[in-house]
């Protein structure tokens, strides 16, 4: 079945430092791979998604992920973090039965040190 | 309106109660999804529309749940005989043809 694992629950991170999110799928086919972010009380915003051609993604604010085949992930990346980075972060894949639904992982909740 | 809009923002019912979730999606965008996330968990599909048809309702969790869609806009989803499970964040998405959700910031059902 179709899933998707974000195995940190949550990551604290000194403000600057460099950040990594995991995320791992299992797909029967070529994904479509997303990052979205939920700030408190927010919906959720499309960080950047990878649909086919370069493994390497840009998005917004800095954000960057990598989707590597072999090992079924796609983790996001930051070099350097910012106090408002501070949020709860959703890997999701898809589609589905020519649908974009989308399945999402459990989140992880990044905390950012001054 | 620029973005998706769900109302209201938070609901407070009591158990056995019927509620009414709604939302405005962005105009033009064909495609309209509801979404579950309950405490500590990811996001729960629960149902798509396709202008005002339903192609796949399998996550709705029970028949206690139902929604609609009218004129390609507005969508509804009802939860009759509300129970405590109940109790989540409810998130509204709509598309355009290509890729790409806006999700709405969501109802607070708290069912008590």
């Known amino acids: 079945a179709q899933s998707v694992t974000q195995p940190d629950i949550h990551i604290t991170v000194s403000e600057g430092a460099s950040l990594e999110l995991r995320c791992n799928y299992s797909?029967?086919?070529?994904?479509?791979l997303f990052w979205y972010v939920q700030s408190p009380g927010q919906g959720l915003q499309l960080l950047l998604k990878?649909?086919?051609?370069?493994?390497l993604v840009q998005g917004i604010k800095g954000f960057e992920a990598e989707f590597k085949r072999s090992q079924s992930s796609f983790n996001l990346r930051k070099p350097s973090v910012h106090w408002s980075d501070a949020a709860e972060y959703f890997c999701?894949?898809?589609?589905?039965?020519?649908?974009?639904?989308?399945?999402f992982g459990q989140g992880t909740r990044l905390t950012i040190n001054p | 309106g620029a973005g998706v809009s769900q109302s209201p923002s938070n609901k407070v019912t009591e158990k056995g109660k019927d509620v009414e979730l709604r939302c405005d999606p962005i105009?033009?965008?064909?495609?309209l999804y509801w979404y579950r996330q309950s405490l500590g968990q990811g996001l729960e599909f629960l149902i798509y529309f396709q202008g005002n048809s339903a192609p796949d309702k399998s996550g709705l969790p029970s028949d206690r749940f139902s929604a609609e869609r009218t004129g390609g806009s507005v969508s509804t989803l009802t939860i009759q005989r509300t129970q405590q499970e109940d109790s989540a964040v409810y998130l509204c998405?709509?598309?355009?043809?290509?890729?790409?959700?806006?999700f709405g910031s969501g109802t607070r059902l708290t069912v008590v």
């Open positions: 999701a894949v898809g589609p589905f039965q020519g649908a974009q639904k989308l399945v």
């Open positions: 998405a709509s598309s355009p043809v290509d890729w790409g959700y806006t």
């Open positions: 990878y649909f086919s051609g370069d493994t």
């Open positions: 105009s033009g965008h064909t495609a």
């Open positions: 797909y029967g086919a070529t994904p479509y």
